[in-house]
């Protein structure tokens, strides 16, 4: 069984679409995350939920809309996209008291 | 902000030489990650070091962290291509443990 899930794993697209990314985990963690990894492998948290709550929301474009539904789902909402768009993005959980995070195999974006 | 800064940025070993990776952090920090992120996968955790000078072994892997909590290595013994991939370190944030702050990685490559 896959502990963090990601649909779909590629999404190619033209700029000024809008698209989805989905997240599922079945670790019955309360914590979820949204990290970018751009093409030179830098990985930078976006947001995070504990419960259904937006605890983490980084320096990120409104045009990123995350949504959790519900403690096992996290998805990311992407409006508009831009070229500058492009880039791995990876789901990741945890529990509320411990520190290691679970990543999902993440989903490569490419806007052309 | 904080930064946390990692050296090599790449390392190529022969199988069965030694590797070093060194994280730096611009602040103490009250904890450390490390992750491991084959190619074309998704970064995992390896390990997370708390004490001062702590050094925690699993395997041919020796990860230690700092006196001053600022700093934290990852040493492998006698590298296998199985270790291929990028190994990331990771310090809280901003008194969050959930919000990470991701060094840029080394990229080990080992010829068989």
């Known amino acids: 069984d896959t502990a963090v899930s990601q649909t779909p794993k590629y999404l190619v697209t033209q700029m000024g679409n809008d698209k989805s990314i989905k997240c599922e985990q079945n670790?019955?963690?309360?914590?979820m995350y949204w990290y970018k990894q751009d093409s030179k492998k830098f990985l930078k948290i976006m947001f995070s939920?504990?419960?259904?709550?937006?605890?983490i929301n980084e320096t990120v474009p409104n045009r990123f809309s995350p949504k959790s539904p519900d403690k096992a789902h996290l998805n990311l909402h992407i409006n508009s996209l831009e070229l500058g768009d492009s880039a791995v993005y990876f789901c990741?959980?945890?529990?509320?008291?411990?520190?290691?995070?679970?990543f999902g195999p993440g989903t490569r974006l490419t806007v052309t | 902000g904080q930064q946390v800064m990692q050296i090599p940025q790449y390392q190529h070993v022969q199988e069965g030489e030694d590797f070093t990776t060194y994280c730096n952090s611009s602040?103490?920090?009250?904890?450390i990650q490390w992750y491991k992120q084959r190619p074309g996968g998704h970064p995992v955790f390896l390990i997370q070091?708390?004490?001062?000078?702590e050094v925690k072994k699993q395997k041919r892997l020796t990860f230690q962290f700092g006196e001053a909590k600022k700093n934290s290595s990852l040493h492998i013994t006698a590298t296998q291509t199985t270790d291929v991939g990028t190994y990331f370190c990771?310090?809280?944030?901003?008194?969050?443990?959930?919000?990470?702050?991701f060094g840029k990685g080394t990229l080990l490559t080992v010829n068989p």
């Open positions: 990741a959980s945890s529990q509320w008291d411990s520190y290691e995070q679970y």
């Open positions: 670790l019955g963690h309360d914590t």
């Open positions: 939920y504990n419960n259904k709550e937006l605890i």
């Open positions: 602040t103490t920090l009250s904890n």
């Open positions: 070091l708390v004490k001062s000078g």
């Open positions: 990771a310090g809280p944030r901003g008194g969050s443990n959930y919000k990470l702050t």
